[in-house]
């Protein structure tokens, strides 16, 4: 029999990007094989985030396309996972009766057996979980996490994830984080290096920690080490290369600076999200830092790591902020010179403190803003693009490209994307290029001496 086909369709953030490729390896070991087709899958799976205004509606739109496909393949299983199950939980099934499932994120590892249930028909239909009250979230769970789907790979095997810490403790004003993934827990040190050395073994050379706010990890939890001593003791397995996020400004202790640039894998990018430029409006998301303290960091990091490329996040038309306040992100984009932002338009989440708040931005402000924010930052990127040509950069050679015939693929220890002339049998390699050419999105260069 040929092996059933898996659709997932992401929505939102980097962990529902791991959380669909964790689910991927899931079920490719349980025999399915995925396909980007909707038409020819026997599990169309949508994994939801509720950042958006109306999640919940757009969701059931999304899912209302899908409906005509099981006239045609009455076996097809339509499934729902991420923010908004966890949020609508069975109300999903009622709204929209030809849902077979319904998943909140703590629950993903159970959907290979939900499946196979509903494949043999040993349930009547329909199958439910997480329904809409977050299920209790306890260290047992953690350690099952790190025995069976806490890590993944990436580039066939050659970039690795692993999760270290679930949850959030910061109710920061605008964000559903801490109410759908609960308070922090961190996975054992123990767990996580036995799983890195897995990964080691298996190829991975790039490795990255995960979590919500992943420098935080072991901080009241007695007998784990603290954040700087978990990188020491990972760094210490061999790994090439060894990145983390996602990082909150607040803790961001002088030992974790100081491992920029003398911890052999630690590589020199970081993602630092902002949020905001003003200390009025950052006061108002409670992110708790101040403009000036996190500009102190950031030259607390170059000072250490010269070298270092800083990502970050920023919200614009927060309630209640100003054109005055705008400007002040827009002067922290230009005094920070950021190598990359990602940014969001504000719009209310259901819980969160902010959606109460009053003078809320004109959407069609909140887009202005946006549009402005974005332009100035394409420029900057370019610009920190363009100060690596003529540099020789060392590249871990991912693949061939997708885009240009003989050339390959592959990042640098910053994560800058470049590509190069050479041949398939240097993938998986680290080799030197050096940059000649910057575009908005990656480099281009040729192979150096060592
Ligand atoms: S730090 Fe703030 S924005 Fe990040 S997950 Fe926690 S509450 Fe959400």
């Known amino acids: 029999m040929a092996p059933k086909k898996a659709c997932l369709i992401t929505f939102g953030c980097q962990m529902n990007e791991y959380d669909s490729g964790r689910l991927a390896d899931l079920l490719t070991a349980a025999g399915w094989t995925m396909t980007d087709s909707r038409d020819t899958a026997d599990f169309i799976f949508f994994n939801t985030c509720s950042i958006r205004e109306k999640a919940a509606q757009r969701l059931l739109n999304h899912v209302e396309q899908v409906r005509s496909l099981k006239k045609k393949k009455p076996g097809l299983i339509i499934g729902v996972g991420g923010c908004v199950a966890e949020q609508e939980g069975e109300k999903l099934l009622t709204d929209a009766p030809w849902l077979d499932l319904v998943v909140g994120p703590q629950h993903l590892p159970t959907i290979p057996d939900l499946l196979e249930k509903l494949t043999a028909k040993t349930e009547t239909g329909r199958?439910?979980?997480?329904?809409?009250?977050?299920?209790?979230?306890?260290?047992?769970?953690?350690?099952?996490?790190?025995?069976?789907?806490g890590s993944r790979t990436e580039a066939g095997g050659l970039i690795g994830f692993v999760t270290i810490m679930q949850g959030c403790n910061n109710y920061c004003t605008y964000c559903v984080v801490p109410y759908l993934r609960g308070p922090e827990l961190s996975r054992g040190a123990g767990d996580i290096i036995d799983e890195v050395k897995r990964l080691i073994d298996n190829g991975v050379k790039d490795l990255t920690l995960l979590g919500q706010n992943v420098n935080s990890y072991g901080l009241g939890q007695s007998g784990e080490p603290t954040f700087p001593e978990l990188l020491e003791k990972v760094a210490a397995t061999g790994i090439e290369r060894l990145r983390f996020t996602t990082s909150h400004p607040k803790d961001f202790p002088p030992e974790l600076v100081r491992l920029f640039g003398s911890l052999g894998p630690l590589c020199e990018g970081l993602h630092l999200p902002v949020q905001s430029g003003s200390d009025k409006v950052l006061k108002d998301?409670?992110?708790v830092y101040t403009r000036d303290s996190y500009l102190r960091l950031v030259d607390d990091l170059r000072t250490q790591c010269p070298g270092l490329s800083l990502t970050t996040d920023i919200i614009v038309g927060f309630p209640g902020e100003t054109e005055k306040d705008f400007e002040d992100t827009v002067s922290l984009l230009d005094t920070v010179g950021y190598d990359a932002m990602f940014s969001f338009k504000y719009s209310d989440?259901?819980?969160?403190?902010?959606?109460?708040?009053?003078?809320?931005?004109?959407?069609e402000e909140k887009g202005?803003?946006?549009?402005?924010?974005?332009?100035?930052?394409?420029?900057?990127?370019?610009?920190?693009n363009a100060a690596h040509v003529g540099q020789v950069l060392e590249v871990l050679v991912e693949r061939e490209s997708d885009r240009y015939e003989n050339q390959l693929t592959g990042r640098a220890r910053n994560f800058k994307l470049i590509h190069f002339d050479g041949s398939p049998e240097l993938i998986g390699r680290t080799v030197p290029v050096r940059v000649e050419e910057a575009w908005g999105a990656s480099l281009r260069g040729v192979r150096a001496e060592k």
């Open 349 to 363: 989440r259901p819980q969160t403190r902010s959606a109460a708040f009053e003078n809320k931005v004109p959407e």
């Open 285 to 287: 998301m409670r992110r």
């Open 368 to 384: 202005r803003r946006l549009t402005y924010l974005q332009t100035r930052q394409k420029d900057i990127t370019l610009a920190k």
């Open 127 to 149: 199958a439910a979980t997480g329904s809409g009250r977050r299920p209790a979230w306890s260290r047992e769970n953690l350690a099952e996490l790190g025995r069976d789907d």
